[in-house]
T-cell receptor, first 116, second 116 residues
Framework: GAVVSQHPSRVICKSGTSVKIECRSL??????MFWYRQFPKQSLMLMAT?????????EQGVEKDKFLINHASLTLSTLTVTSAHPEDSSFYIC????????????FGQGTRLTVV | AQKVTQAQTEISVVEKEDVTLDCVYE???????LFWYKQPPSGELVFLIR??????QNEISGRYSWNFQKSTSSFNFTITASQVVDSAVYFC?????????????FGKGTLLTVNP
């Protein structure tokens, strides 16, 4: 299957700083990428959908100024957690869909963010 | 609105037992996709299967099998002769198609523990 690489896999940052997470499709072009958040022992909650070259669509309740998403190319989307606080600590995972229209979304390895 | 229900929060079995993970979904769409993903302790999501709503044939892949019953809106997953390596959280997911970028709605997941 297609490969989606997410980096970093783990990050610890201080309160008030910003953290950038990258999601890359390695062997296909992704017109659409999705960002999910997962709290411990809970399900994946969709945060936003990002389409290449346009603004991301955020789910209800997700602060767009807090979670900045950029999808500047067909192989890269980034999620920046701005002015991070301990409550932002979570597991963030991205997925990407092939521009050819396959309905399967391939997932990255996830990023465990800890804000201290 | 879409909804995926995995009523079993946790299941514990002994190695070599068969185990079935239940999934019930709700959607107004007539065309949709159903998925199962495995999430081992490392966190990444491993794709297991995608099923089109028009295809009600059951599928078998090695020790894994899936039973899609459109009449009861269920898409159950059976592991035959379970192994310790099957221990993970399993998510059922639904993807709407019309104008949605195929975003996934996940169930809450079932934690499967296979004991030696």
């Amino acid at each position: 299957g297609a490969v989606v690489s997410q980096h970093p896999s783990r990050v610890i940052c201080k309160s008030g700083t910003s953290v950038k997470i990258e999601c890359r499709s390695l062997d296909f072009q992704a017109t659409t990428m999705f960002w999910y958040r997962q709290f411990p022992k809970q399900s994946l909650m969709l945060m936003a959908t990002s389409n290449e070259g346009s603004k991301a669509t955020y789910e209800q309740g997700v602060e767009k100024d807090k979670f900045l998403i950029n999808h500047a190319s067909l192989t890269l989307s980034t999620l920046t957690v701005t002015s991070a606080h301990p409550e932002d600590s979570s597991f963030y995972i991205c997925s990407a869909r092939d521009r050819q229209g396959f309905t399967e979304a391939f997932f990255g390895q996830g990023t465990r963010l800890t804000v201290v | 609105a879409q909804k995926v229900t995995q009523a079993q929060t946790e299941i514990s079995v002994v190695e070599k037992e068969d185990v079935t993970l239940d999934c019930v979904y709700e959607t107004r769409d007539t065309t949709y996709y159903l998925f199962w993903y495995k999430q081992p302790p490392s966190g990444e999501l491993v794709f297991l299967i995608r099923r089109n709503s028009f295809d009600e044939q059951n599928e078998i892949s090695g020790r894994y099998s899936w039973n899609f019953q459109k009449s009861t809106s269920s898409f159950n997953f059976t592991i035959t002769a379970s192994q310790v390596v099957d221990s993970a959280v399993y998510f059922c997911a639904l993807s709407e198609i019309a104008g949605s970028n195929y975003k996934l709605t996940f169930g809450k997941g079932t934690l499967l523990t296979v004991n030696p």
